[in-house]
T-cell receptor, first 113, second 117 residues
């Protein structure tokens, strides 16, 4: 395992509630990413981080925010969850070189009713 | 903009058949990386291979082989003598290799491979 832990693994919540997903790594990697997986779309990048407090938007960032206050933790927040954000969320970490293969956490299955 | 297309949504084969998963990509970058990931029914994503755009040599790893052709912008994946354990969703992905890429991946839609006993 690449030392990535996502929490929670499963969550069901209601529309309009805030949700925070956590990604914790023990590899001391600089790069961290959040993707969402939906049928017919593969995985799409939501936000990424290239260092502590250094984050940027990905392809599908609307409705999401992130924070990285320390190397090992990368948080994804849905400020006001909507049903369209029902998905499986994956965290990934990159190597010391940004072009090294990314390794993924086990995913968080999020259902918004 | 980068784009990865896996035209085969689902493939079904019988054990011991060979199967090829197609991947076609679009990019304006001259330096890039191509990847394949496997997602078994348990849901985790497993890294299989990374190929640099400057290296067009085919690669073989056991029953797996990859054919990279820049002329057709394709990076196809072949499983020889398929087994039931190969049943999974397979993703092709692309990343710009320059310093500003930050390793961001663009994924294809995925191909669901089912190998029947």
């Amino acid at each position: 395992d690449a030392g990535i832990t996502q929490s929670p693994r499963h969550k069901v919540t209601e529309t309009g509630t805030p949700v925070t997903l956590r990604c914790h790594q023990t590899e001391n990697h600089r790069y961290m990413y959040w993707y969402r997986q939906d049928p017919g779309h593969g995985l799409r990048l939501i936000h990424y981080s290239y260092g502590v407090k250094d984050t940027d938007k990905g392809e599908v960032s609307d409705g999401y925010s992130v924070s990285r206050s320390k190397t090992e933790d990368f948080l994804l927040t849905l400020e006001s969850a909507t049903s369209s954000q029902t998905s499986v969320y994956f965290c990934a970490i990159g190597g010391y070189n940004s072009n090294q293969p990314q390794h993924f956490g086990d995913g968080t299955r999020l259902s918004i009713l | 903009a980068q784009k990865v297309t896996q035209a085969q949504t689902e493939i079904s084969v019988v054990e011991k058949e060979d199967v090829t998963l197609d991947c076609v990509y679009e990019t304006r970058d001259t330096t890039y990386y191509l990847f394949w990931y496997k997602q078994p029914p348990s849901g985790e994503l497993v890294f299989l291979i990374r190929r640099n755009s400057f290296d067009e040599q085919n690669e073989i790893s056991g029953r797996y082989s990859w054919n990279f052709q820049k002329s057709t912008s394709s990076f196809n994946f072949t499983i020889t003598a398929s087994q039931v354990v190969d049943s999974a969703v397979y993703f092709c992905a692309l990343s710009y290799a320059g310093g500003t890429s930050y390793g961001k991946l663009t994924f294809g839609q995925g191909t669901i491979l089912t190998v029947h006993p």
